[in-house]
């Protein structure tokens, strides 16, 4: 065979050669992409490490869906990589994830609610290198911390908004686990402005069981109770909805929720959980690190607040409560404890 005649296939060869090296760069370039990598490798390996970890399933109106708002807002605020894991409702499934990520290389846990503390507590002393932090509950090592707060204080002016806008005075509590009766200060509250009043709780036993909730509810609205603080996550989306069926008033619990009911929700407490990861975050790159043991947050560190009162109140009333929130917080205004 002649050169010329041989040089067609030859082309065809380097051709198919080029075609392949080009097919396999592009292939090494999107694996990052294919596999959850980033490109720079050597940038991702020296970032923090961070987990989140949630009992709860991640939906709306869940105490789990605070757990991805705040790995939304600390990943938008430094430069971390985060991972979330939810559902994780035993002490196995707690266990058995928080090891795995130990493994991966992750250097700082947060545990999205008091249920971590045990196999917190647990790891720690194996993992000396690793932080672990639990928002609420209880931490006794040199590598563990827990960030809480209390927002109760804000139940005394629930209270008074309840109050206000009860015509039967019998006033209903939905919570979701059991709370000791002699520390409520949201009956304290009511004892203040409305002694009158006579209180009505029921316990869900559960953040998310909207069909038990309402039917506690309704016994509830038996004993002619026309305002209900309802403190549920998921659940509260059921309790207004029936609200709007039978017409009585609700407060809300965790987020703003008049979106739902705005002529029926008189007010909402807030629970801004992002505020306290930006906190825990904060401190972690501090030069002192994570103070172990117990860190308090306040009404200042915007983990808490009152969501606005709703149409049904007047001006005047809106100034009133307002006044007595402000007298509170100077110290001018003191509750009884039962």
């Known amino acids: 065979m002649s050169k010329i005649d041989s040089q067609p296939k030859n082309i065809l060869i380097f051709s198919l050669c080029v075609a392949a090296v080009l097919i396999f760069v592009m292939l090494y370039q999107s694996s990052g992409i294919l596999f959850g990598k980033n490109s720079d490798e050597t940038e991702d390996s020296s970032m923090q490490k961070v987990a989140i970890l949630t009992s709860d399933e991640i939906r709306d109106q869940s105490w789990g869906s605070l757990a991805y708002r705040g790995q939304l807002k600390i990943e938008e605020e430094f430069d971390i990589s985060t991972v979330l ?196 975050m904060n401190d972690y790159f501090s030069e002192t690190g994570i103070t172990a043991g117990v860190n308090e947050l306040t009404e200042e560190d915007g983990v808490y607040q009152l969501a606005p009162l709703g149409p049904m109140f007047t001006h005047e009333e809106v100034d009133y409560i307002m006044r007595e929130i402000e007298k509170f917080n100077a110290g001018q205004l003191l509750f009884e404890e039962d």
């Not at 928080?98 to 503390?117: A, D, N, P």
């Not at 911390?145 to 015509?167: C, G, H, I, P, W």
């Not at 009511?190 to 509810?217: C, F, I, W």
């Open 85 to 280: 894991v939810s559902d994780l409702n035993t002490q196995e499934r707690m266990l058995e994830a928080t090891e795995e990520l130990i493994k991966e290389g992750t250097t700082l846990f947060i545990g999205h609610g008091r249920e971590f503390s045990e196999t917190f507590t647990h790891l720690a002393e194996k993992h000396p290198d690793v932080f672990f932090v639990t928002l609420h509950g209880m931490g006794k090592h040199k590598n563990q911390a827990v960030y809480t707060y209390d927002q109760r204080n804000l139940e005394y002016f629930l209270a008074l908004a309840a109050s206000m806008k009860s015509e039967t005075k019998q006033i209903g509590v939905l919570e979701s686990t059991k709370e000791d009766k002699r520390h409520s200060k949201f009956q304290q509250g009511l004892a203040h402005y409305a002694p009158e009043v006579e209180v009505h709780t029921q316990v869900v036993n559960s953040r998310d069981d909207g069909k038990k909730a309402v039917e506690l509810m309704e016994q509830l609205l038996q004993k002619d109770v026309d305002v209900i603080y309802s403190k549920g996550n998921a659940f509260n989306q059921d309790v207004i909805e029936y609200a709007k069926k039978k017409g009585v008033y609700i407060i809300g619990y965790l987020d703003d929720q008049s979106y739902m009911a705005k002529d029926l929700v008189l007010t909402s407490l807030l629970n801004n959980v992002s505020e306290a990861y930006i906190a825990i």
